[in-house]
């Protein structure tokens, strides 16, 4: 499934809006289509912040296809740490 997704990113003081169009999986779209957009979008802003130096930045707004707003639900997603296998 083909999904615009647009962000409204506050860069240390400055506001900037993206948007662009990605593909999810339909087998995840299906099983819940806000959640599989949402990580998606986590993944874009990670990008964005990597191209900004990783400066202060508040994720103000995030949708998907201009109707579906999912600021929250990317908000509240973290990223999985592998487990430490050390032995000891």
Do not use: C
């Amino acid at each position: 499934m083909k999904v615009v997704i647009q962000t409204t990113l506050n860069i240390e003081g400055n506001r900037g809006f993206r948007n662009g169009e990605f593909f999810i999986p339909d087998k995840e779209f299906k099983k819940d289509s806000n959640f599989a957009v949402a990580v998606v979008a986590y993944e874009w802003i990670q990008q964005q912040m990597n191209e900004t130096g990783h400066r202060d930045t508040v994720i103000e707004k995030v949708t998907w296809n201009e109707n579906n707003d999912i600021t929250e639900i990317v908000k509240e997603i973290q990223p999985v740490l592998p487990e430490d296998n050390l032995p000891f």
